[in-house]
């Protein structure tokens, strides 16, 4: 096993890691840091680290599953729902750059191939550590984030496809109408195939996996990863390359074609190999490739390169989407929030490499490319947005909207009715007289048993933002939860928790990042009795000063008369009172007493 | 990444898969099946396969990776409790295969290291298809299946160890004794600052990453693979092989070190990745080294190696078998189970190979002693263990024993001094009053909450075979028997499920494999006043042919007045009456009316 040379997989892993995690600490992706090590530590500058065949194979194995789970977080539901804004702006964020990139090379005298690969590589767009620096700049349901993420996806799906489309002709020297025809009919029959078999032949393929019982957890993974070779050979065959297969492959293994359980290990498992494992070991081989001295030689071309990335990013953006009506100012925020380039850049100009396409120098650039608008993303975006909320034009927005509220008793009712002021309100139970109750008073209500799947999709969970589960039972309440988190991936969990002591405890929260709601155990029985009965007040109080639920709560000593239910911000926007939230200055707080 | 040739690794994938299936099919572990189909499609026979650099690389990373999870697999706990039976089969059946190998390769003047690697091989144990080929033959609660686990981990350990004694020397020509104290001391030194890293250092690191808590799953992964590498890196530097190092690194990548969920995880991605994707590559391509001309040149070599493995196997450990008291013809089912060869032993012939330690017919006859071997072992296994049974000599016993049971209601209590009888039970309940009743009448009860891992860990829940959930509500029920699934490993789990309609369904059983008590939807507290008032009457009805519990009932029209309780076999041993079980004719059901 001496050519596996374990040393040198190991340094290239521990560098990887090491970048990866300081690069993310720090707030940017992983692959940034992950380049930069490999600058640092490979011939470029310290010369510690090499590259070898066998990383090179790792590394392209690593690759072509990568770009098969890109292609699998992917939900076509997601990009038919990508809004006409974010259609423009992937347009306008993509052509620009391609522009400027493809034309900045044709003066500087590259062949008209080259053009073409800087063009996409300039044009790309990756989300700096997607939710990440959303979650930082508290943009995650604003209309930003949703323009951002259909913006990306729509980006990284056309740069792929007209990567296809150039490759193919890579290998064809001069160009005759006969040869081009055949080029473009092979790469169209690709595709054609590919969707046919992803859109027929999959769910053929899930159904008789499901029948077949006694198969499990590998069996399907093994099958997804001879799929997604099978569809890189096929991309191969037709002139495209490899990584065009795996992202097609990846399109198609989804929801509904096989099993959602099944599906949810394997995607685990192709996550962790790739971006876990095999796919930072391309990044940092990567940047062995650089070459410092094009900051000598190309200087100018380096700069023109990258200012025709940013620029070309935030003002093609910004022009395009105008027509959305969102107004020129939410366009530049839009543009540099795209500015990074990353996983797919990166790939797209190895392969340009690789294929000697572009020479050393132009490869080197395009890192430097990825790591300097990258860097400008958390900065740029930060002002940007900033600019926005002074004046008042951050506008809200989610791709998933509203609540999904299990438990119709008085109490769930009074909050459905509060939250339904400005939010979509689903209520579920399992009780028809509560539910005929609701109906009654103008909240939309579900008949049905909350632990099963049926019910859920009746009640539309996968597009709400919030679960509640208030019924007097935490087992129930729990179990629900999981249902909520598992199978329908609602990001917010909201638990009423009994005080009961032999009752299911807090500790069963943290694995579904849950939280309690009221901040505390609370029993619902008596509560339930007395909004029925109308015994009871609603009070307002406006907080002072930056606070959490639970010192409010706290505060007043745990008082069991006293029930905080709703937050109320500046704009009058109501939600409910649970564990993990601050409440703000000037936010008041609803309790009933 | 025309280097990579999708193609071909495409195409080993795929034979990989259909071998493993195809010999899973037929009750023999999947390595047989890709063994088989990389002779067949290699250059062997058909020379539709061939190797290359990447599949090598591939290879060997799966190999390494398959050891770390072997290991990982390998609770030092089970070691501990290996009984002295287990401890003496893998000596016996280890040592005199061992003698039989060296001495024939000896004879036939191989080289001493040769000699050495084929002993190492020919003593090597592997349970086929593990649990598999226990279960079809009804042995996984036999003294026989404890055995064989016992036998076969130490074997794996044992041969590991002397592997890598062996490894050491091979470098050094002549061996003066400098030299081999130089060697020796090399690898004790890996092996005493394995141990020590991994006693004292996986737990500094194990706690270190769980105050860290904003850190991932896919981090623990990759901080997992560094640690394997590395581990096999210093291996590599004493002078040993990696896979030695990536097993260490598994044995001591364990519960406790690390936090339960995470590792079961992490598991999952190790052992996919490897079993499911990297090893086979492995598997396939030692196929592809075998030379089929072995059958015409060394024939009786050939036939004197396997004889001297299946012989050496069986009658060896039969032998040493004999201080155990448990006679020899369990001593030789014994020998019959752990005649199989499998992973370890093909790794290791493939290093020996790839050494340059044994030639291409050695490795051919090694490899064709794995199929051979393998084959025996449902055949043998089948006719030694009806030659016991039909003795009455099967002895039963489980490493995990007995019922932990949740309600120390009535009905549970029930249940719970009738299964006393012959097996050990624990009651657990949150009831004081219940468990003081319980302790009174003398059944073990715990007071606790059922739903807090600390109330398991004080039932010794590790240790119990069965779990059984009977309170009155099935949301607590199953919330416990998921803990008892996920976080002790229960293997059977028997749930009391409500017939209320708003309740959790029986759907909700099936990712833990659990079963309905009852095999009906059963409300609890008539049952629970009906025995406590004393105001019932305990039938006992003998089935008159094989039968399912789910026929019981049905026959009985799903009468709700008549409970099955029991189930007695013709030993008089009882056993809850639950859905997913089978009635033997001559068995009885206990049912209450």
Same mark, same amino acid.
């Given at each position: 096993?001496?050519?596996?040379?374990?040393?040198?997989?190991?340094? !290239?892993?521990?560098?990887? =890691?090491?970048?990866?995690?300081?690069?993310?600490? !720090?707030?940017?992706?992983?692959?940034?840091?992950?380049?930069?090590?490999?600058?640092?530590?490979?011939?470029?500058?310290?010369?510690?680290?090499?590259?070898?065949?066998?990383?090179?194979?790792?590394?392209?194995?690593?690759?072509?599953?990568?770009?098969?789970?890109?292609?699998?977080?992917?939900?076509? @539901?997601?990009?038919?729902?990508?809004?006409?804004?974010?259609?423009?702006?992937?347009?306008? *964020?993509?052509?620009?750059?391609?522009?400027?990139?493809?034309?900045?090379?044709?003066?500087?005298?590259?062949?008209?191939?080259?053009?073409?690969?800087?063009?996409?590589?300039?044009?790309?767009? $990756?989300?700096?550590?997607?939710?990440?620096?959303?979650?930082?700049?508290?943009?995650?349901?604003?209309?930003?984030?949703?323009?951002?993420?259909?913006?990306?996806?729509?980006?990284?799906?056309?740069?792929?496809?007209?990567?296809?489309?150039?490759?193919?002709?890579?290998?064809?020297?001069? !160009?005759?109408?006969?040869?081009?025809?055949?080029?473009?009919?092979?790469?169209?029959?690709?595709?054609?195939?590919?969707?046919?078999?992803?859109?027929?032949?999959?769910?053929?393929?899930?159904?008789?996996?499901?029948?077949?019982k006694t198969i499990n957890r590998t069996f399907h993974f093994t099958i997804m990863v001879i799929i997604v070779l099978a569809f890189s050979e096929l991309a191969e065959i037709a002139g495209l390359h490899g990584i065009l297969g795996a992202f097609m492959a990846g399109l198609f293994i989804r929801e509904g074609v096989f099993s959602r359980n099944v599906l949810k290990d394997v995607t685990i498992v192709f996550h962790d190999m790739s971006i876990g494992f095999l796919a930072p070991i391309f990044f940092v081989t990567a940047g062995f490739h650089v070459s410092l001295e094009v900051f000598q030689t190309d200087l100018v071309l380096l700069i023109l390169i990258i200012a025709g990335a940013v620029i070309g990013k935030i003002v093609g953006t910004a022009?395009?989407?105008?027509? $959305?009506?969102?107004? =020129?100012?939410?366009?530049?925020?839009?543009?540099?929030?795209?500015?990074?380039?990353?996983?797919?850049?990166?790939?797209?100009?190895?392969?340009?490499?690789?294929?000697?396409?572009?020479?050393?120098?132009?490869?080197?650039?395009?890192?430097?490319?990825?790591?300097?608008?990258?860097?400008?993303?958390?900065?740029?975006?930060?002002?940007?947005?900033?600019?926005?909320?002074?004046?008042?034009?951050?506008?809200?927005?989610?791709?998933?909207?509203?609540?999904?509220?299990?438990?119709?008793?008085?109490?769930?009712?009074?909050?459905?009715?509060?939250?339904?002021?400005?939010?979509?309100?689903?209520?579920?139970?399992?009780?028809?007289?509560?539910?005929?109750?609701?109906?009654?008073? *103008?909240?939309?209500?579900?008949?049905?048993?909350?632990? @099963?799947?049926?019910?859920?999709?009746?009640?539309?969970?996968?597009?709400?933002?919030?679960?509640?589960?208030?019924?007097?039972?935490?087992?129930?309440?729990?179990?629900?939860?999981?249902?909520?988190?598992?199978?329908?991936?609602?990001?917010?969990?909201?638990?009423?928790?009994?005080?009961?002591?032999?009752?299911?405890?807090?500790?069963?929260?943290?694995?579904?990042?849950?939280? $309690?709601?009221?901040?505390? @155990?609370?029993?619902?029985?008596?509560?339930?009795?007395?909004?029925?009965?109308?015994?009871?007040?609603?009070?307002?109080?406006?907080?002072?000063?930056?606070?959490?639920?639970?010192?409010?709560?706290?505060?007043?000593?745990?008082?069991?008369?006293?029930?905080?239910?709703?937050?109320?911000?500046?704009?009058?926007?109501?939600?409910?009172?649970?564990?993990?939230?601050?409440?703000?200055?000037?936010?008041?707080?609803?309790?009933?007493?």
């Amino acid at each position: 096993m001496a050519e596996l040379q374990i040393l040198n997989l190991l340094l !290239v892993l521990i560098a990887a =890691w090491v970048g990866g995690m300081v690069a993310k600490r !720090v707030g940017f992706p992983p692959i940034l840091g992950e380049l930069l090590i490999g600058i640092l530590l490979g011939p470029a500058l310290l010369g510690i680290l090499e590259t070898s065949e066998a990383l090179n194979t790792l590394a392209e194995v690593g690759i072509l599953f990568l770009m098969a789970y890109i292609g699998m977080e992917i939900n076509f @539901k997601d990009l038919g729902k990508a809004s006409w804004a974010g259609l423009l702006a992937a347009i306008g *964020g993509f052509v620009v750059p391609f522009a400027l990139g493809y034309y900045t090379i044709i003066i500087f005298d590259g062949t008209q191939i080259a053009a073409l690969f800087v063009g996409i590589a300039v044009g790309v767009t $990756s989300l700096a550590t997607k939710s990440r620096i959303l979650v930082d700049l508290k943009l995650l349901d604003t209309r930003i984030a949703y323009v951002l993420m259909a913006g990306a996806l729509i980006s990284d799906t056309l740069a792929l496809v007209i990567f296809a489309g150039i490759i193919g002709f890579v290998d064809v020297g001069s !160009v005759d109408a006969a040869g081009l025809t055949w080029v473009a009919g092979k790469a169209i029959l690709f595709f054609a195939a590919a969707t046919l078999i992803g859109i027929y032949g999959f769910p053929l393929l899930g159904k008789l996996l499901s029948k077949t019982k006694t198969i499990n957890r590998t069996f399907h993974f093994t099958i997804m990863v001879i799929i997604v070779l099978a569809f890189s050979e096929l991309a191969e065959i037709a002139g495209l390359h490899g990584i065009l297969g795996a992202f097609m492959a990846g399109l198609f293994i989804r929801e509904g074609v096989f099993s959602r359980n099944v599906l949810k290990d394997v995607t685990i498992v192709f996550h962790d190999m790739s971006i876990g494992f095999l796919a930072p070991i391309f990044f940092v081989t990567a940047g062995f490739h650089v070459s410092l001295e094009v900051f000598q030689t190309d200087l100018v071309l380096l700069i023109l390169i990258i200012a025709g990335a940013v620029i070309g990013k935030i003002v093609g953006t910004a022009l395009f989407y105008l027509p $959305s009506g969102y107004g =020129w100012r939410e366009g530049i925020t839009i543009g540099t929030g795209m500015n990074g380039r990353g996983a797919v850049e990166i790939i797209i100009a190895g392969i340009g490499l690789q294929m000697g396409i572009i020479t050393t120098e132009i490869f080197s650039i395009l890192v430097f490319m990825a790591i300097s608008t990258t860097l400008t993303v958390p900065l740029f975006l930060t002002w940007t947005t900033n600019w926005l909320r002074k004046r008042g034009e951050l506008v809200k927005q989610d791709t998933r909207k509203g609540y999904l509220i299990l438990g119709a008793n008085p109490l769930g009712l009074y909050i459905a009715k509060q939250l339904k002021e400005h939010h979509e309100v689903v209520l579920i139970d399992s009780n028809k007289e509560l539910i005929h109750e609701a109906n009654e008073q *103008g909240v939309t209500a579900i008949h049905g048993n909350a632990l @099963k799947e049926d019910t859920f999709e009746m009640a539309n969970a996968i597009d709400k933002n919030t679960f509640i589960a208030l019924t007097g039972n935490s087992e129930i309440n729990l179990l629900a939860t999981q249902l909520a988190n598992n199978s329908f991936y609602i990001p917010n969990k909201i638990v009423l928790m009994s005080p009961d002591e032999n009752a299911a405890g807090v500790n069963l929260l943290d694995p579904m990042d849950a939280s $309690s709601l009221f901040a505390n @155990k609370t029993d619902m029985a008596p509560w339930a009795y007395k909004i029925s009965a109308n015994e009871f007040k609603e009070n307002i109080e406006t907080v002072e000063s930056d606070s959490t639920t639970r010192e409010w709560v706290k505060e007043r000593g745990k008082n069991k008369d006293i029930l905080p239910i709703l937050i109320v911000d500046e704009n009058g926007h109501k939600r409910p009172f649970h564990f993990k939230d601050n409440i703000s200055a000037n936010e008041k707080v609803i309790y009933l007493e």
